[in-house]
């Protein structure tokens, strides 16, 4: 029994170690989400506002340009997928990569190549298991992406949009990542950047004015070079509002883990408790009964000598 009591002692000293660091890690991801809620909602209107300008030149022109221009047999579109550096957040990163992997199967049933670029080390570790090619891929900062972050992804992503197919570009630019809706839900989601949906940017770009009536715009020197000008703002813009929505959900759904192992810790630990106080119970029971034998086979023998 003493043996029992001791393992069921030393599994609670090791179930309360855990809960301490699960408990802290929760209180670390809940400082961290209210930081990154508060990035995701100071880029957004930048975001928005910049897709209302682009929308205008497009609508406000006849200017073919690869941000706003379909091609007419696309074959080749560029993935960017977002993912985290690291675990411990439930099901974050596996949602958005089977997310990618739908994407990947609908452009290829549209018979286009898909070349992928992937943030964060759990996406590249994914495509390296399953040995897939990956253009670039970049690590390290997906807690709390900067916009310089942004830049150096979108850089490749815009020099790809701008090459012709046959030298390596591609004719579409889709990212792939988490949305932030609330601390308790994020949705993994796909959107095509490039070429820019004319029709539903402009729908967005309602909704960001609440229905106010584009303006007018002269463009000097050119709706061409203003279009130059936007693309990589554009892109840049949109890249960094995925990852700064990313963090947020990787933080939400840390916190929301390390809560269930938080209690599911305490939990066990109770279980523990009532096992090691039985088990206690039981050696003491054990030792009483024993006393109570020896005592009475001491009588018996006294009692025989008499």
């Not at 989400?33 to 609508?59: D, F, G, I, M, N």
């Not at 972050?149 to 197919?165: C, G, H, M, R, S």
């Amino acid at each position: 029994m003493g043996a029992k009591l001791r393992v069921y002692k030393r599994r609670i000293r090791s179930v309360t170690a855990t809960k301490k660091i699960t408990k802290a890690m929760e209180m670390i991801a809940a400082s961290r989400v209210v930081k990154a809620q508060r990035q995701v909602a100071a880029s957004t209107p930048y975001a928005s506002e910049l897709t209302r300008a682009v929308t205008a030149v497009a609508t406000g022109s006849n200017t073919q340009h690869p941000l706003t221009t379909e091609a007419e047999k696309p074959s080749r579109a560029a993935l960017l997928l977002i993912t985290s550096d690291r675990g411990l957040a439930g099901g974050y990163s596996s949602n958005v990569i089977k997310a990618a992997e739908q994407l990947t199967e609908r452009l290829k049933a549209e018979g286009k190549e898909v070349d992928a670029y992937i943030v964060g080390r759990k996406g590249v570790s994914y495509y390296s298991f399953r040995e897939r090619k990956v253009v670039e891929s970049w690590t390290g900062f997906t807690d709390s992406p900067s916009y310089a972050d942004a830049k150096a992804i979108a850089a490749p992503l815009i020099e790809a949009v701008q090459k012709d197919t046959a030298e390596g570009g591609v004719d579409e630019l889709h990212i792939v990542y988490t949305e932030f809706i609330s601390m308790m839900t994020q949705t993994a989601l796909d959107d095509r950047l490039l070429p820019l949906s004319l029709d539903k940017a402009a729908a967005e770009s309602a909704e960001s004015s609440k229905g106010e009536i584009l303006p007018l715009f002269d463009f000097e020197p050119s709706a061409e070079d203003v279009l130059d000008a936007l693309l990589p703002r554009y892109v840049e813009s949109r890249i960094y509002n995925a990852l700064l929505q990313a963090a947020a959900s990787k933080h939400a759904a840390t916190r929301r883990a390390m809560k269930s192992a938080t209690d599911n810790a305490e939990e066990l630990i109770k279980s523990l408790s009532r096992l090691a106080n039985a088990a206690r119970q039981a050696e003491i029971t054990q030792e009483i009964s024993e006393i109570v034998g020896g005592a009475s086979a001491l009588a018996d023998a006294t009692a025989g000598s008499d």
